[in-house]
């Protein structure tokens, strides 16, 4: 189907637009399903290939070279009269921040699954980031052409691993190679491929289908009833469910949560695509059919409705610098912006002029003139504004939630061959932090050097890459480090700190009493790892000296006594304390927090703590034993062991973060190059023998 995508998505309404992420684990199919989409739809005209380098949305010299999604890219297309903006995101853990970025401005979300794998490890974190954003997902299981597919153990993956009721709404009609078409269970209508063109045909289920497709319609529409009153109804009225009752209760089931639609097929030989989007179009919500975006307006919580007419407010989720200018990536939530408008920048207080408008096509741009509530684009004149920032209308500012940055968990020492170099390569390292918010940069106190971390190996190889050809830089690098933190495994009662400082004139006095202990963090991701709380009675700290303290307590976090690292699980609690007439002042209680808390980090018993990472490799049977020796000798604690398929063992282990530098090569050393493995973080543990003794409190 070929439209005019530019005046489609000039004038269409919002009810017929739908912003939509494709999510997977590394190599599941994400940027093969994009092309197909994109072919289909008229978008391209050549199916772009990954192995060839040809592809659309990793259009990134490094994306073609590694053969791997990086960078989110946006693209747009239409489909049976609806507007779609998708974001093709990065499989690899390294990359799950440019996934949660993405996640923020999504409305629905197509989760890929191998047919062969089943859910992986990556699969299931970008699950979990879909939940915390409440994105409504349907599943589509790639690659059934591939040996050993099944979508029946792929979808048993599902319901275990993500805690899910899958809701199967095809047939596949083949297995692995044979692989030729579908059975919509809905309509009871079967659709085959034929080879080479990529056409489907339509028509009857075969005869030999015909009592398997019976039996999985009846499995759908008991589930659907289980899930769904209206559903339910019907199915005990009439002993069946009618398809337009079963779509729009699949529709609800899709956006409530309740459920999820899984489909099937094969990228690469252009199989269940089609499917695939008429889905999209009908069990993802469009802007108008999801909450109301929140955020704050003058200390008040201000909801804004995907409305043209609203006030302008949008959030800045991707900053790219390009040959031509910066490009700063916008989710405009309400109102309408135009060329040649000034905009806030509502977090920091300043005005910005939109002078370009863009339709993004990946690493390709067509100008318009205006951009609606619900529209993915990127503009061009914002200095400043960086991800997670709010743009809005000067006469009504509005504050959004922005994303949540990940903490970066590897660090490397980077410096310039040439020291004529070291000023460039300052300027080109604050730009890959302002395009990527999960690289922080910091100078080593004691050494000098210029750190750079990440979230993990390959992102910092991609990053500084990305410094040698943009920039022309040689750049030198260090073995990576992991980045460590300081916990409390027994606190003090009773601390009294008291600061007092008297220069000349009005002096500074703050005496505060403190009780520290560990805290408990939760499991959740988002959970704080620092608490406060003051039971100071009768005044005697005010409460905006109450306030000062915690600030000053936060301060104290940046570095712990064990060896400089950020402090995580604390609880603190003001206790008592004392003021004077003349000197107290909220800089003098924020001293105060911060030595206070110092120095009774230092009369606690201390525990450094590590990253690790949960390890699934993938080996022969006949490598297992030296593969689970190699992960003894890196600390690792296996969690279990299954077979995935004849002859192949999965391992699933638990490994410190610092011993998997290297990995990638032991592992195919060990297994004639037979061996895969992949790795997401989970948190941080005590390190080996890393406990401090307490000091006797003062």
């Known amino acids: 189907m070929r439209t005019n995508l530019d005046h489609r998505q000039q004038n269409h309404p919002l009810s017929g637009l739908r912003n939509v992420g494709i999510l997977a684990h590394v190599d599941a199919g994400k940027t093969t399903v994009t092309e197909r989409i994109l072919y289909l739809t008229g978008t391209t005209h050549k199916r772009g290939e990954v192995h060839d380098g040809t592809t659309v949305t990793d259009f990134d010299s490094q994306e073609r070279d590694r053969g791997i999604t990086i960078f989110a890219a946006a693209v747009s297309c239409a489909w049976d009269g609806h507007s779609i903006n998708l974001i093709d995101t990065p499989g690899h853990v390294d990359f799950s921040d440019e996934v949660e970025r993405s996640l923020r401005v999504l409305d629905g979300a197509v989760a890929l699954f191998d047919a062969v794998a089943g859910v992986e490890p990556q699969s299931e974190s970008v699950w979990r980031q879909a939940d915390r954003h409440g994105v409504p997902r349907i599943a589509f299981v790639n690659k059934m052409d591939r040996p050993g597919a099944d979508l029946d153990a792929a979808v048993a993956s599902i319901r275990e691993r993500l805690h899910v009721t899958p809701l199967v709404v095809q047939l596949p009609m083949g297995k692995e190679a044979e692989f030729s078409g579908v059975i919509d269970l809905i309509t009871m209508r079967a659709y085959v491929w034929s080879d080479g063109s990529g056409t489907f045909a339509e028509g009857l289920v075969p005869d030999a289908l015909l009592e398997q497709a019976r039996r999985r319609r009846r499995l759908l529409e008991e589930t659907v009833a289980e899930l769904h009153p209206v559903a339910l109804d019907e199915f005990y009225e009439r002993s069946t469910v009618s398809p337009e009752t079963l779509a729009a209760a699949l529709r609800d089931l899709t956006r409530s ?10 990228a690469y030989r ?9 889905a999209v179009a009908a069990y993802l919500p469009s802007p108008q059919e999801v909450p109301a975006v929140r955020g704050m307006s003058d200390g008040a919580v201000q909801e804004r409705v995907a409305d043209p007419m609203a006030p302008f407010a949008a959030l800045v989720f991707k900053v790219s610098s390009t040959t031509t200018g910066r490009l700063t990536y916008l989710r405009v939530y309400s109102g309408t912006i135009r060329k040649g408008e000034a905009v806030v ?40 504004a960086r991800s997670g920032a709010t743009l809005c209308a000067p006469a009504a500012p509005l504050v ?17 061959r040439r020291s004529t170099d070291t000023d460039r390569l300052a300027s080109a390292l604050m730009r890959l932090v302002d395009e990527d918010p999960s690289l922080t940069v910091r100078t080593d106190s004691e050494t000098g050097q210029t750190l750079l971390s990440g979230m993990g190996e390959l992102h910092l190889e991609v990053a500084v890459e990305k410094i040698r050809r943009a920039h022309g830089l040689e750049v030198g690098v260090g073995r990576p480090q992991v980045t460590y933190r300081e916990t409390v495994a027994r606190g003090v009662s009773g601390l009294v700190y008291r600061h007092v400082k008297q220069d000349g004139g009005a002096g500074q006095f703050a005496q505060i009493t403190l009780d ?23 005044g005697r700290v005010p409460q905006e000296y109450v306030r000062a303290v915690e600030a000053g307590c936060r301060d104290a976090l940046a570095q712990g006594p064990l060896g400089g690292h950020p402090v995580t699980g604390v609880r603190v609690t003001l206790t008592d304390g004392a003021t004077h007439p003349k000197d107290s002042s909220e800089m003098a209680f924020r001293t105060a927090g911060r030595l206070g808390l110092r120095e009774a980090l230092r009369a606690s018993a201390m525990v450094l703590l590590e990253p690790v990472a949960e390890v699934t490799a993938t080996v022969p049977e006949d490598a297992i034993g030296g593969v689970l020796g190699d992960l003894a000798t890196r600390h690792g604690r296996i969690s279990g062991t299954s077979t995935a398929r004849p002859g192949t063992m999965v391992i699933v282990a638990t490994v410190p973060l610092a011993e ?30 890393a406990r401090s003794e307490e000091t006797p409190s003062r």
């Open 257 to 266: 949560g309740a459920g999820v639609v899984v489909l099937c097929g094969s």
């Open 270 to 278: 252009n199989r269940g695509i089609e499917p695939l989007l008429d």
């Open 345 to 384: 920048d509502a977090g920091a207080g300043r005005t910005e002029r939109i002078s370009r408008i863009l339709r993004v096509q990946a690493d390709r741009h067509a100008e318009v003139q205006q951009a609606f509530a619900g529209d993915i684009v990127a503009v061009v004149g914002p200095k400043s």
């Open 400 to 416: 959004l939630e922005p994303p949540v940055v990940a903490d970066p968990v590897v660090s490397v020492a980077v410096e310039a």
């Open 516 to 538: 520290v202990e560990p805290l408990e963090v939760a499991d959740d991701d988002s959970a704080e790892d620092f608490a406060f709380r003051s039971v100071v009675v009768g």
């Open 660 to 689: 998997l530098f290297g990995y990638a090569t032991q592992l195919r050393s060990r297994t004639q190059g037979r061996g895969i493995f992949s790795t997401r973080t989970t948190g941080y543990v005590p390190a080996p023998g």
